[in-house]
């Protein structure tokens, strides 16, 4: 490894998608900037580097480093913590290392029924049902492969993390404005946001950047945007889609509801919220227009999976975390 | 184990009927399960769904919601969107594992000491029944593999 003097940057994928990287390249010549100021030092997409190379670096060598997804099995956690002492700032990058994301959904399923339903379906073609082993006695040698955990978790609840951004992915240009202010704090012109902040977002909620036009809020029947003409002028909650606006934080322009489509809530949890799930479920039940229950259940079953619904990026981040099934390993 | 099982239930109450109405037991000497931890809210429509979340992962095996009978709320409707919250609450529950006799919802005027009485008693056998609810998403986890101070590192 060279040393031209230049600060450290590294970024890793943990249980994610890849989204979070292409969205970093997505910051177009902005790119450029990075390279001028950082030494990229490990970054498994874009460059070839081995973790012995990572495990040989002095602690507290790397200046940023951005880690990207969820803790889904020991290889993630192996990672996560290697890069905790080499960093001096680690950030959570993107949904997945934030709050969990899609992979956090398997959190509703126990491991053994995840690989079942990977490897022993019948859209599967496995005609020897074989499944992954840990360990593998090859005549070169034993070959192994990382262990899932019973959950996934987020990057915070295997350690400590200085610094929040959401998204998924993140916006190129809330990543750009980020990487202007590193720069800007290396040259001594800004100070970093204390430990803990979330960055590259808003405050507040994505209704507040959206610019449809609000009016009282009262739902008969939810309804799927295949099933419905969308008006593009009214707000899509009051249009009885699911809109996930009232609770996600801002910091998207409210990209999704400009698009005529639903918020999914992907920038995770509004400033001072604590669980995602159910400041949205408020949001969204208390203006059911009905003072009937079983009309009111009647309603909610517009709503068939409440769960995948209300924590679509958020389970692993969530209060509860897992269902059940999913922890219960007696 | 010969002991018998003692549920934890937190039991949320409005201040101008459920409340008055345990109140009402109370003055009242009137006997009932001593399983539920009250907590008075201004009203049921202060209810946060995050209150219950926060109770099931923090030891609760039951929770009660309580307020004011319909078209009864001192806030007018109050309690109609706690309704509302509560069956869709519970469906998500159901999801999560959470058996949705866990979660029960009732109206008590401030003279039905009798009835709050009750209802908390037999509530309180239902979830006996049930069992503890020990939620404890890191069961699964190798110790090596936790936190050392959970503390630390939650946000």
């Known amino acids: ?330 | 184990m010969s002991e018998q099982f003692e549920p934890i239930i937190i039991g949320f109450t409005c201040n101008w009927c459920s409340y008055r109405a345990a109140d009402m037991a109370g003055t009242a000497r009137i006997k009932y399960a001593p399983n539920v931890r009250l907590i008075r809210l201004m009203c049921s429509g202060r209810l946060d769904p995050t209150f219950i979340l926060k109770a099931f992962a923090d030891g609760a095996d039951g929770v009660l919601v309580s307020g004011c009978h319909p078209g009864d709320c001192h806030y007018v409707e109050q309690n109609y969107k706690t309704m509302r919250r509560f069956y869709l609450l519970r469906k998500l529950l159901t999801q999560m594992g959470i058996e949705p006799e866990r979660i029960k919802l009732l109206w008590a005027s401030a003279a039905e000491g009798q009835i709050f009485a009750d209802e908390i008693t037999k509530f309180t056998e239902e979830v006996r029944r049930l069992g503890p609810l020990n939620w404890n998403p890191e069961q699964g986890i190798p110790k090596e593999s936790q936190p050392a101070n959970p503390m630390e590192v939650s946000a």
């Open chain 1, 1 to 330: 490894m060279t040393s031209n003097g230049k600060p450290k940057f590294a970024m890793y994928w943990a249980a994610s998608c890849g989204g979070c990287e292409i969205s970093v390249l997505n910051i177009h010549e902005k790119i450029l900037d990075v390279d001028a100021n950082f030494d990229v030092v490990f970054w498994p997409v874009a460059m070839d580097a081995k973790y012995k190379d990572v495990e040989a670096m002095e602690d507290g060598s790397i200046l940023l480093t951005l880690f990207n997804g969820a803790i889904r099995n020991e290889e993630n956690e192996h990672i996560a913590k290697l890069l905790r002492k080499k960093s001096q700032i680690l950030v959570a990058f993107g949904s997945c290392a934030n709050e969990g994301c899609m992979p956090a959904l398997a959190n509703l399923s126990p491991i053994d029924e995840i690989v079942k339903t990977a490897f022993s379906t019948i859209s599967t073609d496995n005609p020897n049902h074989i499944q992954p082993q840990t360990s593998y006695q090859a005549p070169e040698g034993e070959l192994k492969i990382p262990k899932l955990f019973p959950i996934v978790r987020t990057l915070d609840q295997v350690v400590d993390v200085d610094y929040y951004m959401p998204g998924c992915p993140p916006e190129s240009h809330q990543i750009a404005a980020v990487i202007d202010l590193v720069i800007q704090v290396l040259q001594g012109k800004a100070e970093l946001p204390p430990k803990g902040s979330v960055i590259g977002a808003g405050p507040s909620t994505v209704c507040d950047e959206c610019t449809r036009k609000r009016g009282l809020k009262t739902i008969h029947e939810f309804k799927r945007i295949q099933h419905v003409q969308i008006d593009p002028e009214i707000c899509l909650l009051e249009q009885g889609i699911l809109c996930s606006g009232p609770a996600t934080r801002s910091g998207c322009k409210a990209l999704c509801p400009s698009a005529n489509s639903p918020c999914i809530g992907c920038y995770g949890p509004a400033e001072g919220v604590l669980d995602y799930g159910a400041r949205l479920l408020t949001a969204v039940a208390s203006v059911i227009d009905s003072n009937d229950p079983n009309e009111i259940q009647h309603i909610i079953e517009g709503i068939p999976d409440p769960v995948g619904m209300f924590y679509r990026f958020n389970l692993a981040g969530s209060l509860l975390r897992a269902s059940k099934p999913a922890w219960d390993t007696k």
